[in-house]
């Protein structure tokens, strides 16, 4: 096997950990409930789509990627589990959350070998919902911290809502410079110009 290829195999060991890790330990919520079960399975599942990941055909891998990369993951792990909302505030959050998570997971197994956390090239993938935007992902993502946030509502849980924005958005464009290099990406672009929001973002 290639240097390269024995760096991409570690690196997609590491990733499966990661997941592996994620999809068993606590996630936020008390108790057993959906969106804790639907993240487990998803976890599980992007732990096996891990280890057989693609090898990139480009990769953006320095101080900025990995800031941005971190803050977005980060972020939402910093908000806090305070007294939770009761009644039609609770069920709506939970709702949402759930959602969040469901098309965060359904996002991560139409990319499945073309995963990654860092902006790479792994293929063009335009199936499924990245019909309707271009980073499916973060907006489940989104949507996940936005439930949560009314489940256990806090300033500093609204504080850290805002503030996983910018950081997904730098990430966005960092992925997108890396892709913009690829033609099929460039015609995918024009076929689907909404990034997060479609008719919006």
């Known amino acids: 096997m290639s240097r390269r290829g024995l760096t991409n195999a570690a690196a997609n060991i590491l990733l499966a950990g990661l997941f592996f890790l994620s999809a068993f330990s606590p996630n936020g919520h008390r108790g057993f409930n959906a969106a804790n079960v639907i ?10 789509f891990s280890l ?25 792990a910093m908000a806090i589990l305070v007294p939770p909302s009761t009644g039609l505030t609770y069920a709506v959050g939970l709702t949402i959350e759930i959602a969040g998570v469901m098309f ?8 499945g070998r073309s995963f990654g956390l860092l902006p790479a090239n ?4 335009s199936g499924g919902p990245f019909r309707l935007m271009r980073h499916p992902v973060y907006a489940g ?5 936005i439930g949560y946030t009314i489940c ?5 849980n609204v504080l850290i809502n805002i503030a996983i924005l910018p950081f997904m958005m730098w990430r966005i464009d960092q992925e997108e410079e ?23 973002l």
């Open 39 to 48: 993240w487990s399975v998803g976890a599980v599942l992007m732990a096996l």
């Open 52 to 76: 057989v990941r693609s090898i990139p055909k480009a990769t953006m891998v320095n101080v900025r990627s990995i800031a941005a990369t971190t803050g977005m993951i980060m972020m939402p």
């Open 104 to 111: 965060t997971q359904v996002a991560r197994v139409y990319l």
């Open 122 to 125: 792994r293929g063009i993938v």
């Open 141 to 145: 993502w989104l949507l996940l911290t």
């Open 152 to 156: 256990y509502p806090s300033v500093f």
């Open 178 to 200: 890396v892709l913009m290099a690829d033609a099929d990406y460039r015609a995918y672009c024009a076929r689907v110009p909404s990034q997060l929001i479609p008719g919006l």
